[in-house]
T-cell receptor
Framework: TQLLEQSPQFLSIQEGENLTVYCNSS?????LQWYRQEPGEGPVLLVT?????EVKKLKRLTFQFGDARKDSSLHITAAQPGDTGLYLC??????????????FGKGTLLTVNP | NAGVTQTPKFQVLKTGQSMTLQCAQD?????MSWYRQDPGMGLRLIHY???????DQGEVPNGYNVSRSTTEDFPLRLLSAAPSQTSVYFC??????????????FGDGTRLSIL
Protein backbone atom coordinates (compact mmCIF):
# COMPACT_ATOMS: atom_id res chain seq x y z
CA THR A 1 0.00 0.00 0.00
CA GLN A 2 1.45 3.32 -1.13
CA LEU A 3 1.03 5.77 1.73
CA LEU A 4 1.86 8.84 -0.35
CA GLU A 5 0.55 9.21 -3.88
CA GLN A 6 2.34 11.66 -6.13
CA SER A 7 0.93 12.94 -9.38
CA PRO A 8 1.68 13.24 -12.14
CA GLN A 9 4.43 10.61 -12.38
CA PHE A 10 5.92 12.29 -15.46
CA LEU A 11 5.64 15.88 -16.67
CA SER A 12 7.23 17.41 -19.74
CA ILE A 13 6.66 21.11 -20.34
CA GLN A 14 8.11 24.07 -22.22
CA GLU A 15 10.20 26.76 -20.59
CA GLY A 16 8.01 29.50 -19.15
CA GLU A 17 5.01 27.32 -18.38
CA ASN A 18 3.55 26.87 -14.91
CA LEU A 19 3.01 23.48 -13.27
CA THR A 20 1.72 21.88 -10.10
CA VAL A 21 2.75 18.57 -8.55
CA TYR A 22 0.51 16.90 -5.99
CA CYS A 23 1.22 14.67 -3.02
CA ASN A 24 -1.80 13.00 -1.43
CA SER A 25 -2.41 10.61 1.43
CA SER A 26 -5.19 9.30 3.63
CA UNK A 27 -2.85 9.60 6.63
CA UNK A 28 -2.04 12.64 8.72
CA UNK A 29 1.60 13.70 8.84
CA UNK A 30 3.51 15.71 11.43
CA UNK A 31 5.32 17.45 8.61
CA LEU A 32 5.93 17.06 4.93
CA GLN A 33 9.15 17.59 3.03
CA TRP A 34 9.86 18.18 -0.64
CA TYR A 35 13.14 17.06 -2.21
CA ARG A 36 14.64 17.48 -5.65
CA GLN A 37 16.94 14.86 -7.11
CA GLU A 38 19.17 15.37 -10.14
CA PRO A 39 20.65 12.48 -12.17
CA GLY A 40 23.54 10.77 -10.41
CA GLU A 41 22.95 12.56 -7.13
CA GLY A 42 21.02 12.05 -3.93
CA PRO A 43 17.83 13.94 -3.07
CA VAL A 44 18.29 17.46 -1.71
CA LEU A 45 15.79 19.00 0.66
CA LEU A 46 13.86 21.98 -0.74
CA VAL A 47 11.43 22.73 2.07
CA THR A 48 9.65 21.36 5.14
CA UNK A 49 6.04 22.33 5.89
CA UNK A 50 4.73 21.69 9.37
CA UNK A 51 1.46 23.56 9.99
CA UNK A 52 -1.84 22.74 8.27
CA UNK A 53 -2.55 25.37 5.62
CA GLU A 54 1.04 26.56 5.60
CA VAL A 55 2.41 28.12 2.42
CA LYS A 56 6.13 28.52 1.80
CA LYS A 57 7.79 30.19 -1.16
CA LEU A 58 11.26 29.50 -2.50
CA LYS A 59 11.82 31.89 -5.42
CA ARG A 60 9.52 30.53 -8.18
CA LEU A 61 8.48 27.50 -6.13
CA THR A 62 5.41 27.61 -3.88
CA PHE A 63 4.72 24.79 -1.42
CA GLN A 64 1.42 24.28 0.36
CA PHE A 65 0.46 21.90 3.16
CA GLY A 66 -3.19 20.90 3.30
CA ASP A 67 -5.36 22.08 6.18
CA ALA A 68 -5.72 18.50 7.44
CA ARG A 69 -2.00 17.79 6.96
CA LYS A 70 -2.76 14.90 4.60
CA ASP A 71 -1.69 16.44 1.33
CA SER A 72 0.66 18.95 -0.22
CA SER A 73 1.35 20.64 -3.52
CA LEU A 74 4.34 22.15 -5.25
CA HIS A 75 3.70 24.89 -7.80
CA ILE A 76 6.43 26.16 -10.10
CA THR A 77 5.93 29.46 -11.90
CA ALA A 78 7.64 30.12 -15.22
CA ALA A 79 9.57 26.86 -15.23
CA GLN A 80 13.17 26.89 -16.44
CA PRO A 81 15.37 24.05 -17.78
CA GLY A 82 17.28 24.17 -14.48
CA ASP A 83 14.10 22.99 -12.72
CA THR A 84 14.40 19.63 -14.48
CA GLY A 85 14.67 16.76 -12.01
CA LEU A 86 12.84 14.24 -9.88
CA TYR A 87 10.65 15.85 -7.22
CA LEU A 88 9.93 13.73 -4.17
CA CYS A 89 7.54 14.37 -1.33
CA UNK A 90 8.09 12.70 2.04
CA UNK A 91 5.72 12.61 4.98
CA UNK A 92 6.92 12.34 8.56
CA UNK A 93 5.03 10.61 11.34
CA UNK A 94 6.11 10.19 14.93
CA UNK A 95 7.36 6.64 15.61
CA UNK A 96 8.07 6.79 19.32
CA UNK A 97 9.81 9.24 21.61
CA UNK A 98 11.44 11.95 19.56
CA UNK A 99 11.85 9.75 16.48
CA UNK A 100 10.03 10.27 13.20
CA UNK A 101 9.39 7.82 10.39
CA UNK A 102 9.75 9.26 6.89
CA UNK A 103 7.73 7.84 3.99
CA PHE A 104 8.51 8.86 0.42
CA GLY A 105 6.22 9.19 -2.55
CA LYS A 106 7.34 7.65 -5.86
CA GLY A 107 8.28 10.99 -7.30
CA THR A 108 7.42 13.25 -10.24
CA LEU A 109 9.96 13.38 -13.06
CA LEU A 110 9.88 16.90 -14.49
CA THR A 111 11.48 17.83 -17.79
CA VAL A 112 11.53 21.48 -18.81
CA ASN A 113 12.38 21.91 -22.46
CA PRO A 114 14.11 25.09 -23.71
CA ASN B 1 32.02 20.13 4.00
CA ALA B 2 31.74 16.41 3.17
CA GLY B 3 28.24 15.62 4.53
CA VAL B 4 27.29 12.01 3.73
CA THR B 5 29.89 10.03 1.80
CA GLN B 6 29.10 6.73 0.11
CA THR B 7 31.57 4.29 -1.42
CA PRO B 8 31.82 2.80 -3.95
CA LYS B 9 29.84 4.84 -6.48
CA PHE B 10 29.45 1.87 -8.84
CA GLN B 11 29.74 -1.88 -8.33
CA VAL B 12 29.01 -4.99 -10.36
CA LEU B 13 28.62 -8.30 -8.57
CA LYS B 14 27.87 -11.86 -9.52
CA THR B 15 24.93 -13.67 -7.99
CA GLY B 16 25.90 -15.13 -4.64
CA GLN B 17 28.75 -12.74 -3.92
CA SER B 18 28.76 -10.62 -0.79
CA MET B 19 29.85 -7.04 -0.35
CA THR B 20 29.63 -4.04 1.95
CA LEU B 21 28.43 -0.60 0.93
CA GLN B 22 30.11 2.06 3.02
CA CYS B 23 28.48 5.18 4.43
CA ALA B 24 30.07 7.87 6.58
CA GLN B 25 28.79 11.21 7.82
CA ASP B 26 30.68 14.03 9.51
CA UNK B 27 27.73 15.98 10.93
CA UNK B 28 27.45 14.05 14.21
CA UNK B 29 23.92 12.95 13.27
CA UNK B 30 22.31 10.36 15.49
CA UNK B 31 19.95 8.93 12.86
CA MET B 32 21.25 7.12 9.80
CA SER B 33 19.40 5.05 7.24
CA TRP B 34 19.73 3.10 4.01
CA TYR B 35 17.27 3.31 1.11
CA ARG B 36 17.07 1.62 -2.25
CA GLN B 37 15.64 3.44 -5.24
CA ASP B 38 14.11 1.51 -8.12
CA PRO B 39 12.25 2.84 -11.17
CA GLY B 40 8.58 3.35 -10.36
CA MET B 41 9.07 2.33 -6.72
CA GLY B 42 10.44 5.46 -5.13
CA LEU B 43 12.74 5.34 -2.11
CA ARG B 44 12.24 2.35 0.15
CA LEU B 45 13.76 2.10 3.61
CA ILE B 46 16.01 -0.93 4.17
CA HIS B 47 17.43 -0.43 7.67
CA TYR B 48 17.93 2.47 10.02
CA UNK B 49 19.77 3.37 13.21
CA UNK B 50 18.93 5.94 15.88
CA UNK B 51 22.40 5.84 17.40
CA UNK B 52 25.55 3.79 17.87
CA UNK B 53 24.75 0.21 18.80
CA UNK B 54 21.08 0.49 17.78
CA UNK B 55 19.67 -0.71 14.45
CA ASP B 56 16.22 -1.65 13.22
CA GLN B 57 14.52 -2.95 10.10
CA GLY B 58 12.76 -0.80 7.58
CA GLU B 59 10.33 -1.69 4.82
CA VAL B 60 12.57 -4.05 2.78
CA PRO B 61 15.26 -5.54 5.06
CA ASN B 62 15.55 -9.08 3.67
CA GLY B 63 18.99 -9.91 2.27
CA TYR B 64 20.70 -7.00 4.00
CA ASN B 65 22.52 -6.55 7.31
CA VAL B 66 23.68 -3.40 9.06
CA SER B 67 25.70 -2.46 12.12
CA ARG B 68 26.42 0.85 13.83
CA SER B 69 29.59 0.70 15.91
CA THR B 70 30.28 4.44 15.68
CA THR B 71 28.16 7.55 15.20
CA GLU B 72 29.90 8.29 11.90
CA ASP B 73 29.65 4.98 10.03
CA PHE B 74 26.71 2.84 8.94
CA PRO B 75 27.74 0.07 6.51
CA LEU B 76 25.21 -2.01 4.58
CA ARG B 77 26.08 -5.64 3.90
CA LEU B 78 24.66 -7.78 1.13
CA LEU B 79 24.98 -11.34 2.36
CA SER B 80 24.45 -13.25 -0.91
CA ALA B 81 23.71 -10.93 -3.82
CA ALA B 82 20.66 -11.62 -5.98
CA PRO B 83 19.61 -9.96 -9.27
CA SER B 84 16.59 -8.48 -7.42
CA GLN B 85 19.05 -6.39 -5.41
CA THR B 86 20.15 -4.49 -8.50
CA SER B 87 19.33 -0.93 -7.53
CA VAL B 88 20.67 2.46 -6.51
CA TYR B 89 21.38 2.58 -2.79
CA PHE B 90 21.28 5.80 -0.79
CA CYS B 91 22.54 6.44 2.70
CA UNK B 92 21.02 9.32 4.66
CA UNK B 93 21.51 10.96 8.01
CA UNK B 94 19.73 13.51 10.20
CA UNK B 95 19.52 14.73 13.76
CA UNK B 96 16.94 13.34 16.13
CA UNK B 97 15.34 15.34 18.88
CA UNK B 98 12.23 17.26 19.71
CA UNK B 99 10.93 20.37 18.05
CA UNK B 100 9.90 18.96 14.73
CA UNK B 101 11.33 16.95 11.94
CA UNK B 102 14.96 17.44 11.02
CA UNK B 103 16.16 17.73 7.41
CA UNK B 104 17.57 14.52 5.98
CA UNK B 105 20.91 14.60 4.17
CA PHE B 106 21.60 12.05 1.44
CA GLY B 107 24.77 10.71 -0.09
CA ASP B 108 25.18 10.54 -3.86
CA GLY B 109 24.33 6.85 -4.02
CA THR B 110 25.92 3.53 -4.95
CA ARG B 111 24.79 2.04 -8.24
CA LEU B 112 24.83 -1.72 -7.83
CA SER B 113 24.31 -4.31 -10.57
CA ILE B 114 23.96 -8.01 -9.82
CA LEU B 115 24.56 -10.31 -12.76
Amino acid sequence: TQLLEQSPQFLSIQEGENLTVYCNSSSVFSSLQWYRQEPGEGPVLLVTVVTGGEVKKLKRLTFQFGDARKDSSLHITAAQPGDTGLYLCAGARRSGGSNYKLTFGKGTLLTVNP
Amino acid sequence: NAGVTQTPKFQVLKTGQSMTLQCAQDMNHEYMSWYRQDPGMGLRLIHYSVGAGITDQGEVPNGYNVSRSTTEDFPLRLLSAAPSQTSVYFCASRRTGTGGFQPQHFGDGTRLSIL
